[in-house]
């Protein structure tokens, strides 16, 4: 199977590649706003509709006005690309997957530009990208495939400053050997409990980034409380449009803290779960997950003005813990890398009553209390662990979907599921 991987590294640019990546950021917005303004000047105006091809061509007499003859001094490739994304954005718009798109802004966290094949050089693992004079000291943390074309170059500086560039590479994946192995996954609490025992939990020093980054977040809030104060405000007024708060170099730093925590608790995570998802597919042919609605999940327990959320306390636990594990992402990973490994999937109703159904004897509790950990089955006297039970019932019912027995699927009210 050929596929499109990214390959992401972080690099450190020099003084001067930083400035030249700073005027390219800066450019490449220009472009994508002017572009947005030009494709909804001419929707209104004329009810014409504007592509990359005319914007492309608009962009190349822009360039010789001089009041913008300085987007010359940043590549062409990633001014263009610009128009690209603009493209993809108004496609995603008017197939409704998106809404209609909106200007970039300079206070917008993530700066980045893509350059395509023309765009930049990759020699000796070299890496140049277009109007810079050297190459980017790029820390490649693992190999490119060998003789890798990559077809687009991104680079990005996040919010705390570090810079990043991401190769994309067109790849063939060759399917693992086949396994006889089987595992299901339970994903309904803070761990992942699979049907063999094993109990993965995301490594401890994110709690402990966790922990910190609301400490930093707090000492944000009360800087920020004490310049809207400073400007005559209450501490909790909101800006009102167009009124900005005066940044002290304290809000500064304090904001600068909290960006670069966040970031090193998203990169343990995604490395945590690469390394788990790799490993689960890896070893077994069949996987068994639970099809939950995550964003139902994280969604519902505050309720509505109508309905107020029912134990919200102790669902809010629950919520932070799923949001914490990423559970969406894992599954996409699982989804994405069993597909390339040729292992098989199967997401089992999220309304089978996994956590309160006996493995032993099929069973079925009618009710099983969140904080329930372990329980004594009254039909056939069996000792449950909570999770593993679940999580070997999801197993049960992937194999019985498998072999098509579709009358498994048991359909009871909507509170009945987990
Ligand atoms: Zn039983």
């Known amino acids: 199977m050929r596929i499109q991987r990214a390959y992401r590294y972080r690099f450190y640019p020099t003084p001067e590649q930083a400035e030249q990546l700073a005027r390219t950021f800066g450019c490449v917005r220009v472009v994508y706003n002017w572009g ?25 007499h822009l360039k010789k006005t001089p009041e913008r003859a300085w987007l010359g001094e940043v590549s062409n490739v990633a001014l263009q690309q610009a128009l690209r994304h603009l493209d993809g954005a108004f496609g995603n718009f008017f197939s409704k997957r998106a809404a209609y798109p909106t200007f970039k802004s300079r206070r917008d966290s993530v700066q980045s530009a893509s350059y395509m094949r023309n765009g930049f050089a990759l020699r000796d693992g070299k890496l140049t990208l277009a109007k810079h004079d050297a190459p980017l000291d790029v820390r490649w943390s693992r190999p490119l495939p060998e003789g890798a074309q990559p077809s687009s170059v991104t680079v990005t500086r996040t919010s705390a400053g570090r810079y990043y560039v991401s190769l994309l590479v067109e790849e063939t994946m060759q399917p ?21 025992g094993g109990v993965h939990r995301l490594p401890r020093r994110l709690v402990d980034l966790e922990a910190r980054k609301r400490r930093y977040q707090r000492a944000q809030r009360r800087k920020i409380a004490a310049a809207k104060v400073r400007m005559g405000l209450t501490p909790n007024a909101p800006l009102a449009k167009g009124q900005r708060l ?21 990169a343990i995570r995604r490395d945590w779960q690469h390394k788990l998802t790799t ?12 099809d939950l609605a995550v964003r139902g999940m994280t969604a519902s327990a505050r309720g509505t003005a109508q309905q107020p ?21 894992l599954r996409r990973q699982i989804e994405y890398k069993a597909q390339w490994a040729g292992r098989e999937v199967i997401a089992i109703d999220r309304w089978y ?44 019912a992937a194999l019985a979907v498998k072999a098509g027995a579709a009358a498994l699927r048991i359909d009871e009210p909507r509170d009945a599921g987990g």
């Open 36 to 60: 947005l303004e030009e494709r909804t000047r001419a929707f209104y105006d004329r009810q014409q509709r504007l592509y990359y091809k005319d914007l492309a061509l608009a962009l190349t």
């Open 176 to 196: 693992l050997p086949a396994s006889s192995a089987q595992i299901g996954l339970d994903m309904n609490t803070g761990a992942i409990v699979d049907s063999s």
């Open 246 to 266: 005066p940044v002290s170099n304290n809000l500064r730093k304090a904001s600068r803290k909290v960006a670069r925590v966040q970031e090193r608790i998203a």
């Open 279 to 290: 490993r689960i597919v890896r070893e077994n042919q069949v996987i068994a997950i639970e």
């Open 309 to 329: 959320g029912r134990r919200v306390r102790q669902k809010a636990g629950l919520n932070r813990a799923v949001l914490n594990a990423g559970f969406a992402e």
């Open 353 to 396: 009553p996994s956590s309160k159904r006996c493995g032993a004897c099929g069973h079925v509790l009618s009710k099983l209390a969140l904080s329930t950990r372990r329980w004594t089955c009254p039909s056939c006297g069996q000792l449950h662990d909570r999770d593993l039970n679940a999580a070997k019932n999801i197993l049960a």
